[in-house]
């Protein structure tokens, strides 16, 4: 079987001058690897540390997985050791040596420590041969590659060596670290062994790729996320929300580079608890990767279709003699061409990461991260439609860039965060993150008349900055009321955001664009004027509480809520058209919410070992800047989820189901009040009612991790229909909500490692199908009807560990080269659609010194 300690992905058969350098980086690190080792190895050559071990019955490889991440120790052995075996568990304190003695009893294995204090099987029988200068040593010919397993410093949380398409605890619901199974709402964990195997690139592809959720596009660059029909409007990183809809800036930056992040949880519905403000929809928390208690270095390269090539860096381990001092970084470099005519990007990705263990209760971190990414000819729309919306049938590769534009961006961020443990069990964890991020694009957009048909090119330039900043301080642990144990969580956080845009548009470059024929040289570069357009501040602060009430054996009660205090300050500056030259006119608004009380409610109930029902509710609300009649501001925008299901965990939590019901309203949705009059400042300000409503209802079901030792998978099926049931528009009461997210998603990732004399050899892909999608209405009189039929997208993946060091992978993206648009245009006179990449392919190479 094939190494399970992996690489991370790597790139470019022909990288560019940094992608070089990034490779003669990792030479060099290499060369300070063996001292590495041996220090960590000195300082756990003793194996007296003791360590909690809570390992169940069962089959034997997950249980040495679960060992090795427990002690955060590199573990190595054959799938022919662990085959068929199984044990009867570790429950206890115990030194590590002692630990592997009784989970490997009965087995007729042993484990050896080795020089750099790793851990190798060995049958019992048989004398101990003389160990390795290296746990990742090559084996003998004729025998079965060695899978190694790395335990790390983070919490059992994390993904990373573990092999696996699932998790056994997340906090991202309720901050406090539960299974799958116990907590009660929809749940999914994109592992870094799935975003390995299906070569997910950006936080773009993993949604994508997760159950439930939708990738939509605003053109070819922006993107918007969707769950349950409703827009996710927040993004968290280590647990901390960055807002998506401030501005739009944010948006533009949500290509987040995938090779510095363990893995990406996601909680479906209202996310109020952790996030406070926003949309009922999801939260989805990047986690970033952590420095390893072991020495690791990885590299790789990357070359695909359309001349793609990336080359990526990971070295992590060790810094001080006592491995208190531990650090890691990540490099990786791009430099992309694109199905399109004229388009191509490069970037570049550097992530620094520090802990310091300060004793043995208390761990402070430091990271840093700069990403940058420039764009050439990306357009900020798409492409157009007819009059009536119906397509005109425009190759994949139509671009109508000129050849001047471009859409650059970088994101400098920082995190700092202080984690202390109780002797009683209680933590106390404080972080901090700090990001400011800049967008500098000029770029065209087009114009489309639907009474005389003519398409028109006009010329827009925005250069924004944001800047953002999260703290948050909270405290857990376990507290014993009525004879049993419990668990609560204390906390309060804080949220700024500070926009800064600059923007200028509408200069006409081409008055009568043929699409069917494009010169991208024919109109010169226009060094668009920029004017000041939006400034605009945000605060929240917030207090929290949730707990997890051991009401008996088998209930349990969840209950939470939040407190939030919410500040929006604006100016915004507009001007009459691009040519002229009048002061522009300055608006402001300024709202705040006080007080607002957010409610978390969940049960569990264990019907078994496997198996435990669950209900829950879970509210979030958004402030929003209207007025009513008598000149007060309208509640805010309240959402609200329901929802009941069932969840399985299987063979000791390597495979995880669930299948669940909700129901999710959004009240207090502003509308113009049909009576003007009524007005304070009539006529000249509308008021509004906070009486608008929309309903999303549906089902979910979901598998993910081990259906065998060999064969990983996560699947998901839902189905989401959202409706208005209250609006100003009669006509819109009983519609659907967001006619162009689908109703109906299904999506399947698997994974299968071959056995016997095809050892080292894994096959998998995906499979993508999403329903029907429409858009439709009347411009100056004229119906259109936007549409993208049902559609099926099927990506193959073929993986073979030649050595125990390299790996190599075969990603076929759309095998049969379905044309399809996954971006429709919302009317036909500022058309907008994105057609879905072609097929490609792209090998990948990964190589562990």
Same mark, same amino acid.
């Given at each position: 079987?094939?190494? %399970?300690?992996?690489?991370?992905?790597?790139?470019?058969?022909?990288?560019?001058?940094?992608?070089?350098?990034?490779?003669?980086?990792?030479?060099?690190?290499?060369?300070?690897?063996?001292?590495?080792?041996?220090?960590?190895?000195?300082?756990?050559?003793?194996?007296?540390?003791?360590?909690?071990?809570?390992?169940?019955?069962?089959?034997?490889?997950?249980?040495?997985?679960?060992?090795?991440?427990?002690?955060?120790?590199?573990?190595?052995? *054959?799938?022919?050791? $662990?085959?068929?075996?199984?044990?009867?568990?570790?429950?206890?304190?115990?030194?590590?040596?002692?630990?592997?003695?009784?989970?490997?009893?009965?087995?007729?294995?042993?484990?050896?420590? !080795?020089?750099?204090?790793? /851990?190798?099987?060995?049958?019992?029988?048989?004398?101990?041969?003389?160990?390795?200068?290296?746990?990742?040593?090559?084996?003998?010919?004729?025998?079965?590659?060695?899978?190694?397993?790395?335990?790390?410093?983070?919490?059992?949380?994390?993904? @990373?060596? *573990?092999?696996?398409?699932?998790?056994?605890?997340?906090?991202?619901?309720?901050?406090?670290?539960?299974?799958?199974?116990?907590?009660?709402?929809?749940?999914?964990?994109?592992?870094?062994?799935?975003?390995?195997?299906?070569?997910?690139?950006?936080?773009?592809?993993?949604?994508?790729?997760?159950?439930? !959720?939708?990738?939509?596009?605003?053109?070819?660059?922006?993107?918007?996320?969707?769950?349950?029909?409703?827009?996710?409007?927040?993004?968290?990183?280590?647990?901390?929300?960055?807002?998506?809809?401030?501005?739009?800036?944010?948006?533009? !930056?949500?290509?987040?580079?995938?090779?510095?992040?363990?893995?990406?949880?996601?909680?479906?519905?209202?996310?109020?608890?952790?996030?406070?403000?926003?949309?009922?929809?999801?939260?989805?928390?990047?986690?970033?990767?952590?420095?390893?208690?072991?020495?690791?270095?990885?590299?790789?390269?990357?070359?695909?279709?359309?001349?793609?090539?990336?080359?990526?860096?990971?070295?992590?381990?060790?810094?001080?003699?006592?491995?208190?001092?531990?650090?890691?970084?990540?490099?990786?470099?791009?430099?992309?061409? $694109?199905?399109?005519?004229?388009?191509?990007?490069?970037?570049?990705?550097?992530?620094?990461?520090?802990?310091?263990?300060?004793?043995?209760?208390?761990?402070?971190?430091?990271?840093?991260?700069?990403?940058?990414?420039?764009?050439?000819? =990306?357009?900020?729309?798409?492409?157009?439609?007819?009059?009536?919306?119906?397509? %005109?049938?425009?190759?994949?590769?139509?671009?109508?860039?000129?050849?001047?534009?471009?859409?650059?961006?970088?994101?400098?961020?920082?995190?700092?965060?202080?984690?202390?443990?109780?002797?009683?069990?209680?933590?106390?964890?404080?972080?901090?993150?700090?990001?400011?991020?800049?967008?500098?694009?000029?770029?065209?957009?087009?114009?489309? $008349?639907?009474?005389?048909?003519?398409?028109?090119?006009?010329?827009?330039?925005?250069?924004?900055?944001?800047?953002?900043?999260?703290?948050?301080?909270?405290?857990?642990?376990?507290? @014993?009321?009525?004879?049993?144990?419990?668990?609560?969580?204390?906390?309060?956080?804080?949220?700024?955001?500070?926009?800064?845009?600059?923007?200028?548009?509408?200069?006409?470059?081409?008055?009568?664009?043929?699409?069917? =024929? /494009?010169?991208?040289?024919?109109?010169?570069?226009?060094?668009?004027?920029?004017?000041?357009?939006?400034?605009?501040?945000?605060?929240?602060?917030?207090? &929290?509480?949730?707990?997890?009430?051991?009401?008996?054996?088998?209930?349990?009660?969840?209950?939470?809520?939040?407190?939030?205090?919410?500040?929006?300050?604006?100016?915004?500056?507009?001007?009459?058209?691009?040519?002229?030259?009048?002061?522009?006119?300055?608006?402001?608004?300024?709202?705040?919410?006080?007080?607002?009380?957010?409610? +978390?409610?969940?049960?569990?109930?264990? !019907?078994?070992?496997?198996?435990?029902?669950?209900?829950? +509710?879970?509210?979030?609300?958004?402030?929003?800047? &209207?007025?009513?009649?008598?000149?007060?501001?309208?509640?805010?925008?309240?959402?609200?989820? &329901?929802?009941?299901?069932?969840?399985?965990?299987?063979?000791?939590?390597?495979?995880?189901?669930?299948?669940a019901v909700f129901r999710m309203d959004q009240k207090n949705r502003a509308y113009r009040s049909a009576d003007q009059t009524q007005c304070a400042d009539y006529p000249t300000?509308?008021?509004?009612?906070?009486?608008?409503?929309?309903?999303?209802?549906?089902?979910?079901?979901?598998?993910?991790?081990?259906?065998?030792?060999?064969?990983?998978?996560?699947?998901?099926? *839902?189905?989401?229909?959202?409706?208005y049931r209250k609006d100003a528009t009669a006509s819109n009461v009983g519609a659907l909500f967001d006619t162009d997210t689908p109703r109906h998603l299904f999506k399947l $990732?698997?994974? +299968?490692?071959?056995?016997?004399?095809?050892?080292?050899?894994?096959?998998?892909?995906?499979?993508?199908?999403?329903?029907?999608?429409?858009?439709?209405?009347?411009?100056?009189?004229?119906?259109?009807?936007?549409?993208?039929?049902?559609?099926?997208?099927?990506?193959?993946?073929?993986?073979?560990?030649?050595?125990?060091?390299?790996?190599?992978?075969? =990603?076929?993206?759309?095998?049969?080269?379905?044309?399809?648009?996954?971006?429709?245009?919302?009317?036909?006179? /500022?058309?907008?659609?994105? &057609?879905?990449?072609?097929?490609?392919?792209?090998?990948?190479?990964?190589?562990?010194?």
């Amino acid at each position: 079987m094939s190494n %399970l300690q992996r690489g991370r992905h790597w790139g470019g058969a022909h990288p560019s001058p940094v992608a070089l350098a990034v490779l003669a980086l990792a030479l060099s690190f290499t060369a300070g690897a063996p001292s590495l080792a041996r220090a960590q190895g000195a300082a756990q050559a003793s194996g007296t540390a003791v360590t909690d071990f809570r390992i169940p019955a069962g089959p034997l490889a997950p249980a040495l997985r679960q060992l090795a991440s427990t002690a955060n120790i590199m573990l190595s052995f *054959t799938a022919e050791q $662990s085959e068929g075996k199984r044990t009867t568990g570790v429950n206890g304190r115990y030194p590590v040596a002692g630990a592997l003695g009784l989970l490997l009893a009965g087995t007729g294995l042993r484990a050896v420590q !080795l020089d750099n204090g790793a /851990f190798v099987l060995r049958a019992d029988s048989t004398p101990a041969a003389p160990p390795p200068a290296s746990a990742a040593e090559a084996p003998a010919a004729g025998t079965l590659p060695l899978i190694t397993v790395t335990g790390t410093a983070a919490a059992d949380s994390t993904t @990373e060596g *573990t092999h696996s398409y699932t998790t056994g605890s997340m906090s991202t619901a309720t901050r406090l670290n539960l299974s799958m199974r116990d907590t009660p709402q929809a749940v999914t964990v994109i592992t870094r062994e799935r975003i390995q195997d299906q070569g997910l690139a950006t936080v773009n592809d993993v949604v994508q790729t997760a159950p439930g !959720l939708t990738f939509r596009r605003f053109g070819p660059e922006r993107a918007s996320f969707y769950s349950r029909g409703m827009y996710v409007d927040n993004i968290m990183y280590d647990g901390l929300p960055v807002s998506l809809d401030s501005s739009n800036l944010s948006q533009d !930056l949500l290509a987040t580079d995938m090779a510095i992040y363990d893995r990406v949880e996601i909680v479906r519905g209202a996310t109020g608890l952790a996030q406070g403000a926003g949309n009922p929809s999801a939260a989805i928390n990047l986690v970033r990767k952590r420095p390893t208690k072991v020495p690791q270095i990885s590299a790789g390269v990357s070359a695909g279709s359309w001349d793609r090539y990336r080359a990526e860096l990971d070295a992590s381990g060790p810094l001080s003699e006592d491995g208190s001092l531990r650090g890691r970084t990540v490099i990786a470099t791009q430099d992309y061409g $694109s199905y399109k005519r004229g388009e191509s990007s490069n970037g570049q990705t550097l992530y620094g990461i520090l802990e310091k263990d300060l004793d043995a209760s208390t761990t402070v971190t430091l990271s840093a991260l700069h990403q940058e990414n420039r764009l050439h000819g =990306n357009g900020f729309t798409g492409l157009p439609v007819a009059s009536d919306g119906s397509d %005109l049938r425009l190759p994949r590769s139509t671009s109508y860039a000129n050849d001047w534009e471009h859409w650059n961006k970088t994101t400098d961020s920082a995190f700092v965060g202080l984690d202390h443990r109780f002797d009683n069990g209680w933590r106390m964890h404080l972080s901090a993150y700090y990001a400011q991020a800049d967008v500098d694009m000029q770029g065209h957009y087009i114009s489309h $008349s639907v009474t005389n048909g003519s398409y028109s090119q006009l010329g827009a330039r925005n250069a924004h900055r944001e800047k953002q900043s999260s703290v948050n301080l909270y405290a857990n642990g376990p507290f @014993e009321l009525l004879g049993r144990k419990h668990e609560l969580v204390l906390g309060a956080s804080y949220r700024n955001i500070d926009f800064d845009g600059n923007s200028r548009q509408g200069l006409v470059l081409n008055s009568s664009l043929d699409p069917y =024929n /494009f010169d991208p040289g024919a109109v010169a570069d226009p060094n668009i004027p920029l004017r000041d357009w939006m400034d605009a501040k945000i605060t929240q602060q917030s207090v &929290y509480a949730t707990t997890r009430l051991n009401l008996a054996d088998r209930l349990k009660l969840i209950l939470g809520g939040r407190v939030d205090w919410f500040d929006y300050n604006d100016t915004v500056n507009t001007y009459p058209n691009f040519a002229s030259n009048t002061p522009s006119v300055s608006a402001h608004n300024r709202y705040s919410v006080n007080n607002h009380l957010t409610k +978390y409610a969940g049960l569990v109930y264990d !019907l078994n070992d496997q198996h435990a029902i669950y209900a829950s +509710y879970t509210d979030i609300f958004k402030p929003q800047n &209207y007025r009513d009649a008598s000149n007060k501001l309208l509640d805010p925008v309240v959402g609200r989820n &329901y929802e009941i299901g069932i969840k399985g965990e299987y063979f000791d939590g390597a495979l995880n189901a669930s299948a669940a019901v909700f129901r999710m309203d959004q009240k207090n949705r502003a509308y113009r009040s049909a009576d003007q009059t009524q007005c304070a400042d009539y006529p000249t300000v509308t008021c509004y009612s906070a009486a608008g409503e929309v309903r999303s209802q549906g089902m979910e079901f979901e598998v993910q991790g081990a259906i065998t030792p060999n064969w990983q998978v996560g699947a998901g099926y *839902t189905v989401a229909i959202a409706r208005y049931r209250k609006d100003a528009t009669a006509s819109n009461v009983g519609a659907l909500f967001d006619t162009d997210t689908p109703r109906h998603l299904f999506k399947l $990732s698997t994974m +299968y490692r071959l056995s016997g004399d095809l050892q080292g050899w894994r096959i998998g892909g995906s499979v993508y199908r999403q329903g029907f999608i429409y858009n439709k209405g009347t411009t100056s009189g004229v119906p259109f009807n936007i549409t993208q039929s049902a559609y099926v997208v099927v990506d193959l993946v073929v993986g073979w560990q030649a050595t125990p060091k390299l790996d190599l992978r075969l =990603n076929i993206n759309n095998v049969f080269d379905k044309k399809y648009y996954n971006a429709l245009s919302g009317s036909a006179s /500022f058309p907008s659609n994105v &057609y879905g990449e072609p097929r490609n392919v792209m090998l990948s190479a990964r190589y562990r010194f």
